[in-house]
């Protein structure tokens, strides 16, 4: 069967938008589909500024520099992520104080947050892992309490939401991932969400390297200069042209992807409760938008006899993070406390194949596998 973890999805308009931005002969940053993109997010989800980056990790360097982020100052966030939530903060000389995950759900433990707040505490960094929101009134209550910033990296939580509101849009801060993994791709990209009108001159200064040329060329300027920090993180329009025509695609991605989301559900729910596995979990106040199918095996041996098998039959079910904590770079920087439950979902979690194109044969053939031959 040869059945790839991911195939990124084309909608079939993205050569055609490619070839509008190339005869717009305006094909470097901040041109037309730019800006189409940019709207569609401020006008579906309300966003009150969105800039296209290149990448996540380039969002989240941006909030690294308009947070103002020092050598000493501390940064929450959790241990089981990717590294980027933390080397942006890191690259500033930031500490990075991880905090451990849930027992439910691989997301931060947001009650363990507050005891982690000292007077060098800068920024709470809330991850909304597999596109399930962290619980933000929580995490909001913390950080207005001690005067800290909050920056959501929703890297995997486009069109997820917390109750009523939009993922990205809560925290002052927030950052989306377009890389071909997930929902909404464009091979490499990302997008800054800022919420707090603080920030929002100083945040297209730092993503026009350092310069107030986005101004000029609205006009509001009749020349422009360098006039803070910076670096060059906008993509190309080309890249843009590409994420436009998976954007007109949105609603069509996300009801494929949620219906191959609960075909494995229901297909792997018995096997779960059979052999001690954990099935994603949603909170009353979190949607599902199906950016991953994963499981919790119940030790590393049932999970690594689970890929094995998947590789067997020429599936690839993949493993996730690796704890930040336990990292090569960062273990004799962290302060020494356990975080089982984030080693736990290292050892344990397993994620598998979860793409537009994923048919229902595909399902079966992968929960009937499972079903029938990973038992430990």
């Given at each position: ?48 500024k969105?800039?296209l ?11 690294a ?36 995950s ?32 962290c ?14 910033w ?35 791709q ?48 906008l993509?190309?329009?080309i ?6 025509a ?33 099935l ?37 079910a993949?493993?996730?993070y ?22 736990r ?23 009937e596998?499972i ?6």
């Amino acid at each position: 069967m040869n059945l790839p973890f991911n195939k990124p999805h084309l909608s079939g308009m993205e050569a055609k938008y490619i070839s509008q931005a190339v005869a717009n002969g305006h094909i470097s940053g901040n041109g037309q589909f730019t800006k189409k993109c940019q709207s569609f997010f401020e006008e579906r989800w309300g966003f009150k500024k969105c800039l296209l980056t290149t990448s996540c990790t380039d969002a989240l360097e941006m909030c690294a520099l308009l947070l103002d982020i020092q050598p000493g100052d501390e940064v929450i966030m959790p241990s089981f992520t990717f590294v980027s939530t933390a080397l942006a903060f890191v690259r500033q000389g930031a500490k990075i104080v991880f905090v451990d995950s849930r027992t439910d759900h691989p997301g931060m433990d947001e009650d363990l947050i507050e005891e982690l707040v000292t007077p060098k505490t800068k920024a709470i960094i809330a991850v909304h892992y597999a596109g399930v929101a962290c619980d933000m009134d929580k995490i909001m209550t913390v950080a207005e309490k001690y005067h800290l910033w909050v920056v959501e990296d929703a890297a995997q939580a486009v069109d997820s939401y917390y109750n009523d509101k939009p993922l990205g849009g809560i925290g002052h801060l927030g950052c989306f991932s377009f890389h071909e993994t997930k929902n909404i791709q464009c091979g490499e990209g990302g997008m800054l969400v800022i919420n707090d009108e603080r920030f929002s001159r100083r945040a297209e200064i730092i993503w026009e390297k350092g310069t107030n040329r986005a101004e000029f060329f609205r006009g509001e300027t009749n020349k422009y200069g360098w006039v803070d920090i910076g670096s060059s993180f906008l993509p190309s329009d080309i890249i843009a042209a590409f994420l436009f025509a998976q954007l007109e695609e949105l609603e069509d991605i996300q009801k494929r992807r949620c219906s191959i989301w609960h075909s494995y559900f229901s297909g792997l729910e018995n096997w779960s409760a059979e052999n001690g596995a954990q099935l994603p979990f949603l909170p009353e106040y979190a949607t599902n938008n199906a950016h991953m199918f994963y499981m919790v095996c119940k030790n590393l041996e049932q999970r690594t006899a689970l890929i094995k098998k998947m590789k067997e039959n020429d599936i690839l079910a993949v493993f996730h993070y690796l704890s930040l904590h336990k990292s090569p770079f960062y273990q004799s920087k962290h302060d020494g406390r356990e975080l089982p439950e984030s080693d736990r979902y290292s050892d344990c979690l397993v994620r598998l194949p979860m793409f537009y194109d994923l048919e229902e044969k595909n399902i079966r053939q992968i929960t009937e596998l499972i079903n029938g031959n990973t038992k430990s």
